[in-house]
Structure formats: structure tokens, C-alpha cells
């Protein structure tokens, strides 16, 4: 046979050829013994069990697996500029992943518009870059967690 040729087999013949040659196995039965059920036990209640699901005077529960988590909105900073063609702004700062030594580029909404979001639980400082290497005017800004920034630079 040459490597191209295939083996004049029946359908049945290749199928029996792929089934894996296993030996039966012996199926031994354990021993059963009968024994007397044992008398269900009653269901109770137990205090501690409602405390652990009720609320704490704060709103959140006792038990913090149970508790939901807080839809947090993002953070963000919305840029008036037109930065001409083929410049692009990026943000500079410290929370949310943020850093001073490298920017994060802003997405370009429309000609004159940029915006950066995330989620931030602590304070927002930033200061936009243009083609992250020229710092715009003025003092740094700051941002709340979930607040909307909406700013106008200028270089």
C-alpha cells in the first residue's frame, strides 16, 4: 500500500478497529446490611441563625457573604479640546491605576471631545498630557469617586 491508500475496509470493519480491546471486569456485590433507620431529627431554628441574616443598624448584613456589592459608577474625565490632527490627550495622576511617570490615552469621542473612565473608591488626582509628554496649564485637578469631570485644557 502507498501512504496515499486506504485499506479496501468495510464501515464495520473500521468501526471494530477503533473500539478500544478492554476485558470485562468482574462486578463483586458488597455485603448489604439492614439497618433501622435512625429517627429523623426535628427541624429547629436557632436565634443565631436569624441574627447572622438580619441587617446591622448600618443597612449592611452581619454576615458579609450575604451582603450584595455596591454598584460603584465610574470615574470620569470628559476633555473639551481639539487637539488637531494626529495628537491624542492622556491623563497622568494618582488612584483608579493612574500613575505620574506614564499617561493613560483618552478616547476620542468626537474631534473635540475625550474621555477616560474608571472605576475609582478613593479620590481621583490628574492632569491631562498632550501626546503625553506636554503638561496642561494650571493646578492639578481632582475627582471624586463616580464623578463626572468635565474639563477644558489648555497647552
Known amino acids: 500500500m502507498g501512504w496515499c491508500e486506504l485499506p479496501n475496509l468495510s464501515i464495520k470493519q473500521l468501526q471494530l478497529n477503533l473500539e478500544p480491546k478492554m ?20 427541624a429547629t431554628v436557632k436565634a443565631a441563625t436569624i441574627a447572622t441574616a438580619a441587617p446591622v443598624p448600618n443597612g449592611a448584613p452581619a454576615d458579609p457573604k450575604l451582603a450584595k456589592p455596591a454598584r460603584v459608577a465610574p470615574t470620569t474625565i470628559e476633555a473639551h479640546i481639539d487637539v488637531g490632527f494626529g495628537n491624542q490627550l492622556f491623563v497622568r495622576g494618582q488612584g483608579a491605576g493612574l500613575s505620574w511617570e506614564r499617561g493613560v490615552p483618552l478616547k476620542s469621542v468626537d474631534p473635540k471631545t475625550w474621555q477616560w473612565s474608571a472605576v475609582a473608591t478613593d479620590k481621583l488626582t490628574f492632569k491631562l498630557l498632550l501626546n503625553d509628554s506636554i503638561w496642561a496649564q494650571g493646578a492639578d485637578v481632582i475627582a471624586a469617586p463616580g464623578q463626572k469631570v468635565e474639563i477644558t485644557p489648555s497647552f
Open 23 to 42: 476485558k470485562p471486569v468482574k462486578q463483586t456485590k458488597k455485603p448489604t446490611t439492614t439497618k433501622t433507620p435512625a429517627p429523623a431529627p426535628k
